[in-house]
């Protein structure tokens, strides 16, 4: 069973750096890399697992570091690993998670038994969200909504590959401005800042093509 999200463990003064059920739980982690202009929040993330069946479920995580580069070169790598278990039907909170301050990039968690899983993200200065992991990915996704300065708000995003094998990926924007190729490694995450990319509109949609059908997406979220 394989689970995949995102999660951040940011300080206030770093720079921006975001779950599959299988046999194993992917899942993206805020952490290292963050939006231009967001330094002024600090993000910290957290995550429960739930175990979905009716035996005791024995897990193993793994976390990889943030991928910064666009050819899949730096980045990605395992930074370290933990071991749980999970009563039967039972649920366990992750928080603080198992890596230092400053953190940024994605988690894996292997299980012999159906697993579950959210992250929840609190941002210092603005509020709090969630989302979920995922079970598979996708080979074409849809932003339908991301802004560039629009009444002082800039969006991000973060794509996650949850599958065995790189995935290549370009992003086509509605107002004419292109992404890519991007060559994400496998488990790794990789964060598209629209505050740092070209755009002659202030609201936009993205279309996003991936060479294999493993791509996910987190956390969107505006930088004010």
Known sequence: MKIGFEIRLWRINMKFARFVLLIALVFALFGTTQPAQAVIYTYTSGYQVQNLSGTGANINITYYSQQTSTNGTTGGDVVTTATDTIASLGSKTYFPIHVSTGFSGSVVISSDQPLASIVNLVVTGIGNASYIGASSGSGTMYLPLLMKGNAGITTWYTLQNVGASNATVNVTYSDGTTRGPVTIKPNASFVYDQGTETHPLKVF????????????????????
């Open 205 to 224: 949609a993205a279309t996003i093509a991936s060479s294999q059908p493993n791509l996910d997406a987190y956390a969107i979220v505006p930088d004010l």
